[in-house]
Structure formats: structure tokens, C-alpha cells
């Protein structure tokens, strides 16, 4: 199945860069077989309508300031369509993070959009659709009910092979040229890039988020994001900057600024 895409901002180069993006994710075979093709562009929110009008589409990139109606605007109007495509908010600005998880977008990306982060949104974008298309398979017999098949992450270390269960995974932190692995009870050392192991977590189903280019935190775990102070090289010497609380660990991960914005997000839309 080919999902149908509309670009809507009113800057022809972003419009453009997301287009790239797509065609670029697209042609490295994204992971999941999800397919995508970029039904068409526009440049305000009315234009958007108009065209959704003409075709259907199954989810917008979409800009939150345009000239006339705003991206939030016409997301509160597209929620009153019987099947509204999702919506995937791209801005400049991250201060509109939590009315966008208010209105039920699928994810918040920052400008200049990078395209891993493009790359794990329109992946959410195609669960939530597969996820409301009829089920295939209908008359497959259904597991008996306790039978729970847990997604395991299986790890190498230099004398052993390891099983452990996505869901007991709280960080990976690049330390040096190893990864390290925190679950509750134990720290692991790795030779995995975070790169792979977010690759592999995410075909495993795990809901993890890159909170810093050189660390990723279970979304369960996330408990709350705080502006602190942390000492440089003298102790006279200090830098603010965001982190982010594990649970319950009770340890704090540097929160970088391009991912303020998303960890805001899914701080928001986690349940507790």
C-alpha cells in the first residue's frame, strides 16, 4: 500500500527539503515497507483543504505559521473529517508542542527537519494507519488468551550473548567508543552503534526517543524535563541547559536543543 503525503507550508525551499527527504527515505527502502508518495503541496491551510477536497491523503507535514490560517488552525478543522489524515507538525518553533499532542498529531519536528527524525515519524504515521485499516488475516486463530509474545533485544558483549526484554530498557548512552545499557537492576557495556540499536528497537516495536545525538531514553522512563545548571570545567563555571529525569533511576540525560521540542512532545503523550 502506497500512503498518500501533502506537504503543506508556504516556503517553497522547506516544501522542497521535505520533498528530497521523502524521496531520499523512500528510495533507501524505509524501515517497516512502508510506502510513501507525495500527493501534492500547498502553500496555506486553504489550499490544503482544497486539494484534500480533490484526493484523499493519509497525513500532512505540516507547518504551524503560514499567511492566513495557521497549521494548528487547520488541525482542529481536520479533526472534524470522519477519517482525518494524521498530522505531522514542522516548525521552526517548539514552544507549540504540547497543543499539538492537545490535537492529537502524530509528532512534532523541528526546522531544519533531519532526516532520521522525518524517518521515525512517517514510521509512526504508517502504524497509526495500518493500525485502523481492517485486520488482515481475520479468520487466523486468535493466541490463546495469556500467551504474550515480549519483543527481546539480544546483545553481545565480548564473553557472552544476552536476551533482555525490550520493555525492562531504560537508555543507551554513547560512552566513548561503547554504548552503554541501563535497565533497572544492571548497566551493560556494548559495541553496538546508537544508531543500529535504534534501528533495531524500532523493527522490535520499542517506543524509544533520541533525547541527545549521543543518547536514547525508553519513553516509559521519561518522568520530566527541567532547564538545570551543570558545572563546567572550574567550579566557578556553569552552563544551563535541558535533561531530562530517568525513572527510577532518578538520573538525569542531557536534553540537546533540537530535541527539546520532540522530548516535550513525548513527554506529553506518555501515559503515566
Known amino acids: 500500500m502506497t500512503m498518500q503525503l501533502l506537504i503543506v507550508d508556504d516556503e517553497p525551499l522547506a516544501r522542497l527539503r521535505l520533498r528530497t527527504l521523502v524521496a531520499d527515505l523512500q528510495?533507501?527502502?524505509?524501515?517497516?515497507?512502508?510506502?510513501?508518495?507525495?500527493?501534492?503541496?500547498?502553500?496555506?491551510?486553504?489550499?490544503?483543504?482544497?486539494?484534500?477536497?480533490?484526493?484523499?491523503?493519509?497525513?500532512?507535514?505540516?507547518?504551524?505559521?503560514?499567511?492566513?490560517?495557521?497549521?494548528?488552525?487547520?488541525?482542529?478543522?481536520?479533526r472534524a473529517m470522519p477519517e482525518p489524515p494524521a498530522v505531522v507538525?514542522?516548525?521552526?518553533?517548539?514552544?507549540?508542542?504540547l497543543k499539538a499532542f492537545e490535537l492529537d498529531a502524530v509528532d512534532y519536528l523541528t526546522k531544519p527537519v533531519r532526516r532520521e527524525r522525518l524517518a521515525e515519524?512517517?514510521?509512526?504515521?504508517?502504524?497509526?494507519?495500518?493500525?485502523?485499516?481492517?485486520?488482515?488475516?481475520?479468520?487466523?486463530?486468535?493466541?490463546?488468551?495469556?500467551?504474550?509474545?515480549?519483543?527481546?533485544?539480544?546483545?553481545?558483549?565480548?564473553?557472552?550473548?544476552?536476551?533482555?526484554?525490550?520493555?525492562?530498557?531504560l537508555y543507551f548512552r554513547a560512552d566513548q567508543k561503547q554504548v552503554l545499557l541501563r535497565t533497572a537492576d544492571a548497566s551493560y557495556l556494548i559495541d553496538d552503534s546508537l544508531t543500529e540499536l535504534e534501528d533495531r528497537l524500532a523493527a522490535l516495536g520499542g517506543a524509544f526517543i533520541r533525547v541527545h545525538r549521543n543518547a536514547l531514553v525508553a519513553l516509559s522512563a521519561m518522568r520530566e524535563l527541567e532547564l538545570r545548571q551543570e558545572a563546567?570545567?572550574?567550579?566557578?563555571d556553569t552552563s544551563e541547559g535541558w535533561a531530562?529525569?530517568?525513572?527510577?533511576?532518578?538520573?538525569?540525560?542531557?536534553?540537546?536543543?533540537?530535541?527539546?521540542?520532540?522530548v516535550k512532545f513525548a513527554l506529553a503523550g506518555t501515559p503515566s
Open 27 to 78: 528510495a533507501s527502502a524505509m524501515p517497516g515497507g512502508a510506502a510513501w508518495a507525495v500527493a501534492g503541496e500547498a502553500a496555506s491551510a486553504d489550499e490544503a483543504l482544497r486539494l484534500m477536497g480533490r484526493q484523499s491523503v493519509h497525513a500532512l507535514l505540516l507547518d504551524i505559521h503560514m499567511p492566513g490560517r495557521s497549521g494548528l488552525q487547520l488541525a482542529q478543522a481536520l
Open 244 to 262: 531530562v529525569r530517568v525513572a527510577p533511576l532518578d538520573e538525569w540525560l542531557s536534553v540537546s536543543r533540537r530535541q527539546v521540542a520532540a
Open 89 to 97: 507538525f514542522v516548525t521552526a518553533h517548539d514552544e507549540h508542542a
Open 121 to 169: 515519524a512517517l514510521q509512526r504515521v504508517a502504524d497509526r494507519v495500518h493500525r485502523t485499516l481492517p485486520a488482515a488475516g481475520a479468520d487466523a486463530a486468535p493466541l490463546p488468551a495469556g500467551d504474550v509474545v515480549q519483543a527481546v533485544l539480544v546483545i553481545h558483549q565480548r564473553d557472552r550473548l544476552l536476551r533482555l526484554p525490550v520493555a525492562e530498557l
Open 232 to 236: 563546567m570545567t572550574s567550579k566557578a
